[in-house]
C-alpha cells in the first residue's frame, strides 16, 4: 500500500468505531428495508388495479404509511444512539420525538411527514441524547447511589424518570423563554441542512465518493463498509423522498438515491467487475475457474471472487478501468436522467437485484431505463476490453 492510500484510509478505518456515525448508518439500514417493502407493494399492487381494474384502497394505505415514515426514523436513530451509549432508549426516544414535534411547530409551514422536516428527525435525537446525558450526570451526583434506599431496578427506574421529567421541563421553558432566538437557530440550522442536501445531490461529490470506493476496494479493504457510514444514510433519505414523490405525497425529486447508487457503482458487483466476466466469456475462456466461480454471484452483484481470485485488489492491469468503471456509469446515468432519457430511480430497491430487473422496478416500469442501463453496462465491458485481453495474454 502507498503512502498516499494509507493516510486516506487510516481516519476511515477509524471512523468505523464512532458510535454516532454507526448509529446512525444503522438506522437508515432499517429503514431503507421498509422503504424496499413499501416500493415492492406498492408497484404490485398499481399492477393489480391494472389487471383486475379495482384498487384495493392499498395505495392509500400507503400513502397513510408513509407519512409516518419520518416519526418512525426519528424513533431508530433514538434506539441506536441510545443503544450504543448505555442509555435509556424510552428516554432517548420519547425526548426525541418531544423535541421534534417542538421543533415542526415552530414553523406552520412544516409538515410531520414532509421534505422540510427531515433536518429536526436528524438532529432531535442527538440533541435528546445529550440533554440526557448531562441529566444523568447531575443527577448521579445530586442523588449519590449510596444513598438510594430502593432495589436497584427501582433507583434506575426513578432516576430515568427524573431524567426524563427534567429535560422535558428544561427544554419547554428554555424554548418559551427564548423563542425569537430558537427560531433563529431553526432557521439557521435548515439553511445548514439544506446545504448539505445539496451537497449530496452534486454528482461532482457523487463521482468522488464512487472513485474512493473503489480505490479502498484496490487496496484490499471493502470499500463500502468504510466508506458507506459517510455517505449511505443520506442516499436512503433521498430514496425516502423520491418514494414519497411516487406515492403522491412529497413534492421534490432526487437524481442521486440508494437505488441510483447500487444501479452505477456496484451492478454485478463492486467497480461493474461482471464486465471483465462477460469479456472472458466472449474470448472464450468461460472454462477458467474464476468465471464458473464468479458467473452466478456477480447476476446478484457480488464479486468477492473476482476481487480476490482474479484478483482485482493490487492488479495494475485492472487499476485504471476498475477506478473509472463506476465514474464513466455514474456519470452516463446522471445525464441521461437529467436530460429525461431515463427515469430518476423513485422506488427503493434490494441492492442484490440484477441488472435490468433493478431499473425496471426503481422507474417504475420504464423500459427506456432499462435499456440505458444495459448500454451503459456494454460500455464498461468495452472499457474494460483492452485490460482483459493483457490479462489473457499473461495467462497464456
Known amino acids: 500500500m ?3 492510500a494509507e493516510k486516506l484510509l487510516a481516519p476511515l478505518l477509524k471512523s468505523q468505531d464512532n458510535a454516532l456515525l454507526k448509529a446512525y448508518h444503522k438506522a437508515h439500514g432499517n429503514l431503507l428495508m421498509g422503504l424496499i417493502l413499501i416500493s415492492l407493494t406498492s408497484l404490485l399492487s398499481q399492477g393489480v388495479t391494472r389487471v383486475l381494474g379495482h384498487d384495493f384502497g392499498m395505495i392509500t394505505l400507503l400513502q397513510t404509511v408513509y407519512r409516518y415514515l419520518n416519526v418512525f426514523s426519528l424513533i431508530l436513530i433514538a434506539y441506536e444512539l441510545a443503544s450504543n451509549s448505555d442509555t435509556s432508549p424510552y428516554n432517548s426516544v420519547l425526548l426525541s420525538l418531544f423535541i421534534f414535534f417542538l421543533s415542526i411547530n415552530a414553523f406552520d409551514k412544516i409538515d410531520a411527514h414532509s421534505v422540510l422536516a427531515y433536518p429536526f428527525v436528524m438532529i432531535a435525537p442527538l440533541i435528546s441524547q445529550g440533554l440526557i446525558q448531562i441529566m444523568t450526570f447531575i443527577i448521579e451526583k445530586i442523588i449519590p447511589q449510596e444513598s438510594k434506599k430502593f432495589p436497584d431496578k427501582i433507583n434506575s427506574l426513578i432516576s430515568e424518570l427524573l431524567v426524563f421529567m427534567i429535560s422535558v421541563l428544561l427544554v419547554f421553558v428554555l424554548v418559551h423563554m427564548f423563542k425569537y432566538q430558537f427560531v433563529v437557530l431553526i432557521s439557521l440550522y435548515l439553511d445548514v441542512a439544506s446545504s448539505i442536501f445539496n451537497l449530496y445531490q452534486s454528482v461532482w461529490v457523487f463521482l468522488i465518493i464512487l472513485f474512493l470506493l473503489n480505490y479502498i476496494w484496490y487496496y484490499g479493504f471493502h470499500g463500502d463498509q468504510v466508506l458507506s457510514l459517510w455517505f449511505e444514510p443520506m442516499l436512503i433519505i433521498f430514496t425516502m423522498f423520491n418514494l414519497g414523490k411516487w406515492l403522491g405525497i412529497a413534492d421534490h425529486t432526487y437524481i442521486i438515491n440508494a437505488s441510483f447508487y447500487t444501479a ?14 462477460v469479456n472472458l466469456i466472449l474470448k472464450k475462456k468461460k472454462n477458467l475457474a474464476i468465471v ?6 456477480a447476476i446478484f452483484n457480488i464479486n468477492e471472487t473476482v476481487m480476490f481470485g482474479l484478483p482485482i485488489v493490487g492488479n495494475k492491469i485492472f487499476k485504471v478501468p476498475f477506478l473509472l468503471a463506476p465514474i464513466i456509469a455514474g456519470s452516463l446515468a446522471y445525464l441521461a436522467t437529467s436530460v429525461g432519457l431515463m427515469k430518476p430511480y423513485m422506488l427503493a430497491v434490494p441492492w442484490y437485484f440484477p ?3 433493478k431499473s425496471l422496478i426503481a422507474t417504475g416500469g420504464h423500459l427506456p431505463s432499462v435499456l440505458i442501463e444495459l448500454g451503459i453496462f456494454l460500455t464498461i465491458v468495452l472499457l474494460y476490453l483492452p485490460a482483459t485481453l493483457k490479462y489473457i495474454r499473461e495467462l497464456d
Open 292 to 297: 464458473k466461480s464468479s458467473m452466478v454471484p
Open 264 to 277: 452505477f457503482s456496484g451492478v454485478t458487483g463492486s467497480g461493474i467487475t461482471g464486465a471483465i466476466i
Open 355 to 357: 441488472i435490468g430487473l
Open 2 to 4: 502507498d503512502n498516499h
